[in-house]
């Protein structure tokens, strides 16, 4: 039997949006960065939409999305 550890809700809401979508929900996770780029190819192909990929901080996997600006 494995336990998961849940993270600390006291983390800084900014530090982990990269995880989640703007409605909230976290963002599919890629195990690798070729598998995340196949998914930001399909997006352009279907949708035109420009799509970066990036390792999360959070779950330590891939994901697509925008680019997030911090200034
Ligand atoms: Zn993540």
């Known amino acids: ?7 600390s809700p006291s983390h ?3 530090a982990v949006a990269p995880h989640f979508t703007r409605e909230g929900r ?4 890629y195990r690798t960065q070729a598998e995340a780029a196949g998914a930001a190819q399909l997006a ?3 949708h035109r939409a420009e ?3 990036y390792r999360c901080d959070y779950c330590h996997q891939w994901h697509i999305g925008k680019r997030f600006r911090d200034e």
């Open 1 to 7: 039997m494995t336990r998961r550890r849940r993270p």
């Open 44 to 46: 352009w192909t279907l």
């Open 26 to 29: 976290p963002k599919t996770p």
């Open 12 to 14: 800084p809401r900014r």
């Open 51 to 53: 799509l970066d990929t």
